[in-house]
T-cell receptor
């Protein structure tokens, strides 16, 4: 039973389109995250939600909008996709925002913008 | 700002060889330090951690010692196996509840 699951695993789309990536965790954790891994493998935090409340919002274009309908879900919506958005996006969760060192990651969504 | 620098890969070793993956950090204060591992097709998993200077984290035969004087947290294993092939990420936890990751080092172990 997967702890943190994200869909889709692969996403290929054209520039200018709008797409969403979904994430769900069944661990009962309070805090969820979105990370972006670029082509050089750098992994950078984008957003963090704690009990559906946004607590970390890094310098990310406002074309990226996270949505947390409940504490088990954190979806990422991207408007007007650009070539530079191509990356692997990882969802993660932790018991709470103080337990950030014990992150549980999903297996990633590889986004390719053509 | 806070950052983590790892050696570039890939690192290619034969089975049973000794492994070192270098990691240095820049941070204010005394952050907690971590190694995460990403096996093919999977998300990252916490491998080991150290929370203060001179602490040694260990797990699955891997070790890393928190060296304040050299701001380093190098990952070592005495005898690698093919199953250790993965990407290894060094990370630090800063005061704002964020994990800051290095760029990852790919390890390939040949039989």
């Amino acid at each position: 039973d997967t702890a943190v699951s994200q869909t889709p695993k692969y996403l290929v789309t054209q520039m200018g389109n709008d797409k969403s990536i979904k994430c769900e965790q069944n661990l009962g954790h309070d805090t969820m995250y979105w990370y972006k891994q670029d082509s050089k493998k750098f992994l950078k935090i984008m957003f963090s939600y704690n009990n559906k409340e946004l607590i970390i919002n890094e310098t990310v274009p406002n074309r990226f909008s996270p949505k947390s309908p409940d504490k088990a879900h954190l979806n990422l919506h991207i408007n007007s996709l650009e070539l530079g958005d191509s990356a692997v996006y990882f969802c993660a969760s932790s018991q709470d925002q103080g337990k950030v060192e014990k992150l549980f990651f999903g297996s990633g969504t590889q986004l390719s913008v053509l | 700002g806070n950052s983590v620098t790892q050696m570039e890969g890939p690192v290619t070793l034969s089975e049973e060889a000794f492994l070192t993956i270098n990691c240095t950090y820049t941070a204010t204060g005394y952050p907690s330090l971590f190694w995460y591992v990403q096996y093919p097709g999977e998300g990252l998993q916490l491998l080991l951690k150290a929370t203060k200077a001179d602490d040694k984290g260990s797990n699955k035969g891997f070790e890393a010692t928190y060296r304040k004087e050299t701001t380093s947290f190098h990952l070592e294993k005495g005898s690698v196996q093919v199953s250790d092939s993965a990407v290894y990420f060094c990370a630090l936890k800063d005061s704002s509840y964020k994990l800051i990751f290095g760029s990852g080092t790919r390890l390939l172990v040949r039989p």
